[in-house]
């Protein structure tokens, strides 16, 4: 074997090394958006079933509000719709913040349901669940940053090209590069978990010990 076809056979091996090695790594970044993501699907379906016992709480208070409270459950129902994107979803949270600020400013009206243990125990939990579910998309946010790089410069958009690795979107405002719009409830006392700890979503109930995610601890879903 001469010297040039020994060269060219080093070159071809280096070069299969290098794209496996960038194509395995686009792999775990992709896993890793999809992980990411994931988490913050998990804390949004535990903020939709809170908001769906909010209301229901509120409704024994106040259901002449009826107004308010079907635009929160209609707001519920379109942000609970399957096969949405990041951005459809991100878009479908912000008018469900809305409509519960709206449901927050009835329930001001009524000291009885503002002094309710059940309605105090729910807005704490549900303060909690917006500071974890505004952490795991600070997290996902940066994973989709970091995957988007790779696939979007030098070399190894080659590779990302060739395999068909499709981009992903981020999840915030359309056009904005801000938090979400989000309910304060004046109770801000929960620490968010750093993403590097991030292990999913924990219940704190009031005065008792943090528990791990189960489908046992979660409330049951109500419908208007």
């Given amino acids: ?14 070069v299969a090394a290098w794209a496996m090695a960038a194509y395995n790594g686009l792999i775990g970044m992709r896993n890793r958006v999809e992980e990411a993501w994931a988490q913050i699907d998990t804390e949004l379906k535990r903020r939709h079933d809170l908001i769906g016992n909010l209301v229901e709480t509120v409704k024994g208070y106040a259901a002449h509000e009826r107004g308010t409270l079907e635009d929160v459950m209609t707001a519920r129902f379109a942000a609970m719709a399957g096969g949405q994107t ?11 913040t809305q409509a519960l600020g709206r449901l927050i ?12 243990q059940s309605f105090l125990a729910l807005q704490q939990e549900l303060t909690a669940t917006e500071d974890r579910v505004a952490s795991a998309r600070r997290y996902y946010n940066a994973v989709v940053k970091e995957y988007t790089t790779r696939t979007q410069t030098a070399p190894t958009n080659a590779i990302a090209s060739l395999f068909g690795f499709p981009a992903k979107e981020y999840f915030e405002a359309e056009g904005e590069d801000r938090e979400p719009a989000r309910v304060d409830f004046g109770q801000r006392d929960a620490a968010i978990p750093p993403p590097s700890s991030y292990a999913g979503p924990q219940t704190t109930a009031p005065g008792g010990p943090a528990t791990g995610p189960s489908d046992g601890d979660r409330p049951d879903e109500t419908t208007a």
């Fill in 86 to 96: 990041p951005a459809q979803q991100a878009q479908n949270e912000g008018l469900l």
């Fill in 105 to 116: 400013a009835v329930a001001e009206s009524y000291p009885d349901l503002k002094a309710s």
């Fill in 1 to 14: 074997m001469n010297l040039a076809i020994l060269v060219v056979l080093v070159i071809l091996i280096v």
